[in-house]
């Protein structure tokens, strides 16, 4: 079955500690994306890359940092200058048509990350 | 002002209403335009496509107005399963690079 996959989902880290979380796809998308949501809040995109190894920083890339060795995978790392981290993370990928237009995208199920 | 807007409701209609939602966009040059529909603590996952000369999907309908800025999604015969929020999502394209812009979306409640 295609689709993306994240993991874990459901990850607790002590104060301090970087922490990375897996995002993978089988879908052959160029594009892929994480995302930040609180809860009753939107999504606020913090990096996406649109080919391996490029990637550009989102709204709030601020305390985080990505790679993109492989179009499969877009792995985000939480570190410790990250003040909030306490949130759920979406990770996406879609198409980009031929015209360098993103296209509609799909989700993973999420990781739900808590600071103690 | 935001690039997408959304009215976040609540909206409260009872079972078998239709409900509709308005989503307005600030750039002119936006190119694709999505309906997704996100349950509690789930992800997002697209509802549909809007299209120019709009489009059904059963109980969903969807309408773009280049004109005005605004995408509508428009839900008849509701039931208790369509209570979620619902995401409009936008595409621009610039000189280099392309772009997804996600609304703050609208929470549907369907009451019996």
């Known amino acids: 079955d295609g689709g993306i996959t994240q993991s874990p989902k459901y990850l607790f880290r002590k104060e301090g500690q970087n922490v990375t979380l897996s995002c993978e796809q089988n879908?052959?998308?160029?594009?892929m994306y994480w995302y930040r949501q609180d809860p009753g809040q939107g999504l606020r995109l913090i990096y996406y890359?649109?080919?391996?190894?490029?990637?550009q920083k989102g709204d709030i890339a601020e305390g985080y940092s990505v790679s993109r060795e492989k179009k499969e995978s877009f792995p985000l790392t939480v570190t410790s200058a990250q003040k909030n981290p306490t949130a759920f993370y979406l990770c996406?990928?879609?198409?980009?048509?031929?015209?360098?237009?993103?296209?509609?995208?799909?989700f993973g199920p999420g990781t739900r990350l808590t600071v103690l | 002002r935001k690039e997408v807007e959304q009215d976040p409701g609540p909206f409260n209609v009872p079972e078998g209403a239709t409900v509709a939602f308005n989503c307005t966009y600030s750039?002119?040059?936006?190119?694709?335009f999505f309906w997704y529909r996100q349950d509690c603590r789930k992800e997002p996952k697209l509802l549909m496509s809007v299209y120019s000369s709009g489009n059904e999907d059963g109980r969903f309908t969807a309408q773009l107005n280049r004109a005005s800025q605004y995408i509508s999604l428009l839900i008849r015969d509701s039931k208790l399963s369509d209570s979620a929020t619902y995401l409009c999502?936008?595409?621009?394209?610039?000189?280099?690079?392309?772009?997804?812009?996600f609304g703050s979306g609208t929470r549907l409640s369907i009451r019996p």
């Open positions: 999502v936008v595409t621009l394209k610039y000189s280099s690079a392309s772009k997804i812009i």
């Open positions: 890359s649109h080919i391996v190894n490029d990637f």
């Open positions: 879908l052959n998308h160029d594009a």
């Open positions: 750039n002119s040059a936006s190119q694709s």
């Open positions: 996406a990928s879609s198409l980009m048509t031929s015209g360098g237009v993103v296209n509609e995208q799909f």
